[in-house]
């Protein structure tokens, strides 16, 4: 799967589980942080449900301490995605 | 006034120092004897925990004044046993107290079985008092925490007493960090313990009718132990008469399968959350004077509703 690819699925996994349905998978922009005022404002529960993505839809478990780094941004998950699937 | 629980626990450090030097010194039952002294200072001196208090014994107990007026004592004088009694427990003095437990094997077979599984207590009795039974098993303890103030007596009870069999994962200031932490622990198979009676964030919390009041509760625990599937305990250690500990462990779901539905599926969020009130207010209605959130908890007074 090609980065943009993985990208725009990404978004719309992410719309889906966070109930962002309000929200088009082109206004998330790739490079905005998920967490804090800056960007979408996702809080700790949001976090467990992308934890979830990365382990139901890529078979991806995020190692110890990387979790911060890995999911700043909608960029940041599906490098970490391209880094680590088989 | 904010009704929820502002992050703060009264007490802090100082009051552990004094506690622990007192043990080593004077003995456990000149300690209790000098805690009659704390008890009298903390009435008038900690206005708004026993303004607390006495709201629970009126209108959540339904007691009358001179009833209530005696439960403020005996309140307070449980809260201060329940600390001594920690960090007696801390100081090896296991041996002057007795343990007695209840679903005992249920609680072992989760532990042997190697799963990370969710343990969801509250702030009634004295949790800590089971942190050696179950460092015996192998099995890693992670507490999560949410102020400052318990990191920092933490840190006092590692200077003073014997290393502690569980580690703490605070609730990280970005407000997610200790996400990842808690998934990474229950993926390792370890036991992850949360309190489930206080909520810091006002978006993310449950409602239920608890000792015959609306209250709100932190869904975080509840939604986490749902999502990432693990097997979920109830657990409250309680204190009886005769420095006995009593350990309680309730299995949410099908008997012997906990925190799973008869037909093998993972108990949801709210069913959970349901349980877990039922075993706590069972909890409170038998040793009514261990509940120990001395802040407005069912929101009777800070709204500027009725005070009693």
Known sequence: MIMEELIENLKKQIIEALNLEDLAPEEIDADAPLFGDAGLGLDSIDALELILILERDYGIKVAPGEGKEVFKSVKTIADYITAHRQ | ?308
């Open chain 2, 1 to 308: 006034m904010a009704r929820q629980w502002e992050g703060k626990s009264r007490g802090g450090s100082f009051g552990y120092k004094v506690f622990i030097w007192l043990l080593r010194h004077i003995g456990l039952e000149a300690t209790y004897l000098l805690l009659c002294l704390v008890v009298l200072y903390f009435i008038p001196f900690a206005p708004r925990q026993t303004r607390s208090a006495w709201v629970y014994s009126r209108t959540i107990l339904g007691y009358g004044r001179m009833r209530a007026s005696w439960f403020l004592v005996r309140s307070y004088f449980a809260f201060g046993k329940s600390i001594i009694d920690k960090v007696a427990i801390g100081s090896s003095m296991e041996d002057r107290f007795s343990f007695e437990f209840e679903n005992h094997r249920m609680m072992l077979d989760l532990i042997e079985s190697g799963k990370g599984y969710v343990a969801i207590g509250a702030h009634v009795g004295s949790w800590q008092m089971g942190a050696p039974f179950f460092g015996k098993y192998g099995s890693r303890i992670n507490v999560v925490m949410y102020d400052h103030e318990r990191q920092a007596v933490k840190k006092v009870l590692e200077d003073h007493v014997q290393e502690d069999s569980f580690k703490i994962i605070p609730i990280a200031d970005d407000g997610i960090s200790h996400v990842f932490e808690i998934s990474n622990a229950l993926r390792n198979g370890e036991l992850v313990c949360f309190q489930g009676d206080r909520y810091m964030n006002e978006d993310r919390y449950l409602t239920a009718e608890f000792m015959g009041h609306d209250a709100k509760f932190p869904r975080g625990p509840f939604l986490l132990a749902s999502r990432l599937r693990v097997p979920v305990v109830f657990y409250f250690a309680m204190r009886e008469r005769g420095r006995r500990y009593r350990f309680h462990f309730f299995a949410p779901g099908a008997p012997g399968a906990s925190g799973v539905q008869n037909d093998g599926r993972p108990l949801r969020e709210e069913e959970l959350f349901t349980q877990y009130v039922k075993s706590l207010e069972t909890m409170v209605r038998r040793y009514p004077e261990q509940w120990f959130n001395y802040y407005d908890f069912w929101n009777i007074y800070s709204s500027g509703k009725r005070n009693s």
